[in-house]
């Protein structure tokens, strides 16, 4: 899917950025490139009693605000340079929200479909263990990201536990309840992104209980906004998709019973009563609200023009290429984009982190009332930096982030 260098992307990105503020060189040059790398190779027994060994990574992009912070993905494409970019995407989203974090990604080039659960689980407890040195509570806490999930983390956080003879269950986020997660952490990238569009759809004075959504991607980031969208808001469903391809019902699609098909068939594709449609074709129709919520680089110079969506609301990292984005904006296309709309994740973790610090845990109704108040306070951040520097809600979120980002290096005497 991936066509363009990712992490290329996000230079150019910062690159803007550094001309709408007139950056200091000294901390453009530092924020161009992760602080530190790691590529680790992990021998895992299968259970066919062969050796299989997986190239793995963790990119700690900036730590002058705190911890680095983000999730690790398995992905069969996985590359270094997707984790760069991801890893800076999450500094930008980490300042954005004022969480007193910086940003990292780990990934893993592995194939998780093609996995037993015990080659699974013997995966996840080597990356634990060989990145062991590296990460910790005030260091580095990974999370989840695609095609890895609570469990998952349930067993690195174990393994690390093994590593260090102590309980340590603040080491990542996205852990289950029961031990060390928080409350409201399941669907908080989707209700975090609703907010937004909910602000979005404030300021553009656009009904959501009447808007039609199509959402790319039915994992965790978009099974919980097709479902939220439909609990909080009223607004139709109209398409879903997942990597095997879509479903289109103009007269709406039941969330939990496209969520039931996928479990059952492994896909959301040939769900009874609606027509098929390609993952392409989806970005095209005519909604209100369009959600990509799957991988990246998906809106393109290409097809950028034909998206008739009002509000783009990037649940995925970096769906949006620069080129689509000019094009988006002349259109009048209204991008809520990725590190503030998909900050609900990062927030609630963080909010772990809090949680397992303090030993006391938190009622899901106080984790949606904090969420709600960063979230609602990051998209008017944005918007009235948009309006100030005359830009796109894009490079905004970058001015506010970026700006963050150099006073803390500034203060720390960096630069
Ligand atoms: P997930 O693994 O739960 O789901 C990914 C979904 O995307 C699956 O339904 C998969 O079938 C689908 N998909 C994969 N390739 C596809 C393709 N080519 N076309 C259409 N669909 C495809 O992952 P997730 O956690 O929901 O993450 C999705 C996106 O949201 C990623 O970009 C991720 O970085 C971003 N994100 C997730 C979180 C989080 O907390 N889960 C937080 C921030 C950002």
């Not at 021998?43 to 060994?53: E, I, L, T, Y």
Request: proline fraction near 6%; aromatic fraction near 6%; include cysteine.
């Amino acid at each position: 899917m991936t066509s363009g260098n990712p992490f290329e992307i996000a230079q150019r990105q910062l690159d803007d950025c550094a001309r709408i503020l007139d950056l200091d060189p000294g901390v453009h040059a530092i924020l161009r490139q992760p602080m530190r790398e790691m590529h680790l190779a992990l021998p895992v027994r299968m259970d066919d009693g062969s050796v299989q060994v997986f190239p793995a990574y963790r990119v700690q992009y900036n730590d002058a605000k705190g911890p680095t912070k983000g999730g690790i993905r398995f992905h069969p494409e996985e590359t270094i340079d997707t984790v760069r970019a991801l890893a800076a995407w999450m500094t930008w989203k980490c300042a954005l929200l004022d969480l007193p974090l910086g940003g990292g990604k780990g990934g893993v080039i592995c194939n998780p479909k093609s996995l037993s659960r015990n080659e699974l689980e013997r995966l996840s407890r080597a990356y634990a263990r060989a990145f062991a040195p590296f990460i910790g509570p005030d260091v580095d806490v990974p999370a989840p990201d695609v095609y890895t999930n609570p469990q998952i983390m349930a067993w690195m956080m174990d393994e690390y536990s093994k590593v260090l003879h102590k309980n340590a269950f603040g080491v990542l986020t996205g852990k289950p309840l029961c031990v060390g997660g928080s409350a409201g952490r399941g669907d908080a990238t989707a209700r975090g992104g609703l907010i937004t569009i909910r602000e979005a759809a404030g300021i553009l004075g656009l009904d959501l209980s009447r808007a039609r959504i199509a959402i790319q991607g039915y994992g965790n980031a978009g099974y919980y906004a097709a479902a939220l969208a439909r609990s909080e808001f009223g607004s139709t469903i109209v398409a879903v998709s997942d990597s095997r391809g879509g479903v289109y019902h103009p007269t709406g699609i039941d969330p939990d019973v496209a969520l039931a098909h996928k479990q059952a068939t492994g896909s959301v594709a040939g769900l009874p009563g609606a027509q098929p449609i390609a993952n392409g074709d989806l970005l095209e129709l005519d909604v209100d609200v369009l959600i990509p919520a799957a991988l990246e680089q998906v809106i393109t110079g290409e097809n950028a023009g034909r998206v008739k969506a009002r509000i783009l609301a990037e649940l995925a990292n970096g769906p949006t290429t620069p080129e689509a984005d000019e094009i988006l904006d002349a259109n009048g296309v209204h991008v809520i984009p990725d590190f503030l709309c998909n900050a609900g994740g990062v927030t609630v973790s963080y909010f772990e982190m809090v949680q397992n610090n303090a030993m006391f845990y938190w009622e899901e109704s106080e984790v949606h009332q904090r969420l709600d108040q960063r979230m609602t306070l990051a998209y008017h951040r944005v918007l009235e930096a948009a309006q100030r520097y005359g830009v796109t809600m894009r490079q905004a979120a970058y001015a506010v982030a970026v700006s963050t980002v150099a006073e803390a290096m500034q203060l720390r005497g960096w630069v």
